[in-house]
T-cell receptor, first 115, second 115 residues
Framework: SQTIHQWPATLVQPVGSPLSLECTVE??????LYWYRQAAGRGLQLLFY??????ISSEVPQNLSASRPQDRQFILSSKKLLLSDSGFYLC??????????????FGEGSWLTVV | SQQGEEDPQALSIQEGENATMNCSYK?????LQWYRQNSGRGLVHLIL?????REKHSGRLRVTLDTSKKSSSLLITASRAADTASYFC???????????????FGQGTILTVHP
């Protein structure tokens, strides 16, 4: 069965410090990978998605970047955090299929508080 | 904006009652999905309905889709306290000959079921 691991679960970082959130998927190959952000328990905003190693698409301009160094590894980074980067970050994966959309499977999320 | 809209934003009911949540969208879709999120956790997929389907059932869940009105509803019958969570609709738009599984999420409905 497929599993997704995301860490750390919680972190508090000072403004201006770097960030690295990691996500790995097991039990599947060549998944689509996603980073979402959720503010105040409301809707999800897609930040990045990747259809393959080294292929990253950014949905919104921001202070964050993403990388996919391996097939099942997705990393969210920042060189200098802003207060507005605080939020709940969710990694997710799906399997690419033609014709119809894909069900997305989420990790447990990472709470980031920038102070 | 392609974002989905859900109503009500919050719903409070007693155990045993039915809960209905609605979702509207603006684009043409190839499927619509519903997800559940317990407080502070990742999202869990509940059900997917394709654009050529009008109704779908899964246990106590019933989903309808009206593509002419660009709307969907999620009905939870005989609700339980354990159903307390946020519920999100998400839709996939057809993009040429393939879909990368990008989902657009609604803002969610917070459901509270009182024992």
């Amino acid at each position: 069965s497929q599993t997704i691991h995301q860490w750390p679960a919680t972190l508090v970082q000072p403004v201006g410090s770097p960030l690295s959130l990691e996500c790995t998927v097991e039990g599947t190959s060549n998944p689509n990978l996603y980073w979402y952000r959720q503010a105040a328990g409301r809707g999800l905003q897609l930040l990045f998605y990747s259809v393959g190693i080294g292929q990253i698409s950014s949905e919104v301009p921001q202070n964050l970047s993403a990388s996919r160094p391996q097939d099942r590894q997705f990393i969210l980074s920042s060189k200098k955090l802003l207060l507005s980067d605080s939020g709940f970050y969710l990694c997710a994966w799906s399997v690419l299929r033609r014709v119809s959309g894909n069900t997305i499977y989420f990790g447990e999320g990472s709470w980031l508080t920038v102070v | 904006s392609q974002q989905g809209e859900e109503d009500p934003q919050a719903l409070s009911i007693q155990e045993g009652e039915n809960a209905t949540m609605n979702c509207s969208y603006k684009t043409s879709i190839n499927n619509l999905q519903w997800y559940r999120q317990n407080s502070g956790r990742g999202l869990v997929h509940l059900i997917l309905i394709r654009s050529n389907e009008r109704e779908k059932h899964s246990g106590r869940l019933r989903v309808t889709l009206d593509t002419s009105k660009k709307s969907s509803s999620l009905l939870i019958t005989a609700s339980r306290a354990a159903d307390t969570a946020s519920y999100f609709c998400a839709f996939s738009s057809y993009a040429g000959g393939t879909s990368y599984g990008k989902l657009t999420f609604g803002q969610g409905t917070i459901l509270t079921v009182h024992p």
